[in-house]
């Protein structure tokens, strides 16, 4: 099995900064992609960031300059630092991983999701 465990969310006023981090853990043989997503109250779940194997990034418009998605120092992590936050940036972040178990089948993970809250 595997679990993905976010960590990082809270409160913050408008400008401020935030770190999510991301920890997989269980039977896992690789992760070829890493990614944040959010939901904000009655919108759709939505691609925040996203980290490859190899270092390829991608960014919603929205966070682009403000936002900086990374992998972990520690062997399958991964990080989303936050800056410059804004009320819009408000939601529930989720971590998704797409990794390659043990039975070298690749699947897509998720997160149980931290809550940032924004106040301006």
């Known amino acids: 099995q595997v679990q993905l465990v976010e960590s990082g969310g809270g409160e913050v006023q408008a400008g401020g900064s935030l770190r999510l981090s991301c920890a997989a853990s269980g039977s896992i043989r690789s992760i070829n992609a890493m990614g944040w997503y959010r939901q904000a109250p009655g919108k759709q779940r939505e691609l925040v960031a996203r980290i490859t194997s190899g270092d390829s990034t991608n960014y919603a418009d929205s966070v682009k300059g403000r936002f900086t998605i990374s992998r972990g120092n520690a062997k399958n992590t991964g990080n989303l630092q936050m800056s410059s936050l804004k009320p819009e940036d408000t939601a529930v972040y989720y971590c998704?991983?797409?990794?390659?178990?043990?039975?070298?089948?690749?699947?897509?993970?998720w997160g149980q999701g931290t809550q940032v809250t924004v106040s301006s």
């Open positions: 998704n991983a797409e990794i390659k178990a043990m039975d070298n089948m690749i699947r897509a993970y």
